[in-house]
């Protein structure tokens, strides 16, 4: 088993980056290229804590070592991933739990994300990730089936980051772009209404 962890640091307030997190695969994020398909399976708020839960199938694509697809004995370039997240309001914690389904008899791949605010103005972002290959035959070939997953891990940090901070400055925009929106149509209507009060 290998095991590759990563944290950043957002300067986005939670508020801003558990509202933006359901936007993170959107064309906004030119780094997610590989992510071709995110379907919401159920979600469900727990009355008492207000924790919600979503359960998605998360789509991609992404070139395997030539190698790798000979081994495996067919063509690994698309995969899916079942991720069960939860949305904490009260603790102020979104935890993302996901899990492989494609080849899930050959590799184990289970990943838990956690976003937690630092202050008013930073999230913190901390990634885990533990990659097993289940497959028979000599330590040599497993050891060289989990490096090349951590390290295709390790790329898509960084694209992840870039690309998720896109994201953050978009939803930043249009949500200050629609408050002002919102407000010149409130002075609008009060513009209305004292003309009206004055005829």
Same mark, same amino acid.
């Given at each position: ?24 695969y ?10 071709v ?8 708020? =727990?009355?008492?804590?207000?924790? *919600? ?12 070592p030539e ?9 690994? =370039? ?9 949305? =904490? ?9 996901? &899990? ?20 008013d ?35 898509n ?10 994201? *953050? ?10 408050r ?16 009206? &009060?004055?005829?």
């Amino acid at each position: 088993m290998k095991v590759f962890s990563n944290t950043e640091t957002f300067n986005y307030s939670w508020e801003e980056v558990s509202t933006a997190n359901w936007r993170k695969y959107c064309p906004w994020n030119q780094k997610s290229t590989h992510v071709v398909a995110v379907d919401t399976i159920s979600r469900t708020v =727990d009355p008492e804590t207000g924790i *919600l839960r979503t359960e998605r199938l998360i789509t991609c694509q992404q070139t395997a070592p030539e190698w790798l697809k000979k081994m495996m004995g067919g063509s690994m =370039d698309e995969h899916q991933v079942f991720e069960t997240s939860y949305v =904490d309001p009260r603790a102020k914690t979104v935890t993302m739990v996901s &899990a492989n389904v494609t080849w899930s008899n050959l590799l184990n791949v289970q990943e838990t994300v956690v976003y937690r605010p630092l202050n008013d103005h930073q999230t913190q972002f901390e990634q885990a990730a533990k990659i097993t290959a289940l497959c028979g035959g000599w330590q040599k070939i497993k050891n060289s089936i989990e490096d090349t997953l951590v390290k295709r891990f390790r790329e898509n940090a960084a694209k992840g980051k870039e690309g998720f901070e896109s994201v *953050l400055a978009m939803s930043r925009r249009v949500f200050a772009e629609e408050r002002e929106r919102e407000r010149m149509s409130l002075i609008q209507a009060q513009a209305g209404n004292i003309r009206m &009060a004055a005829a």
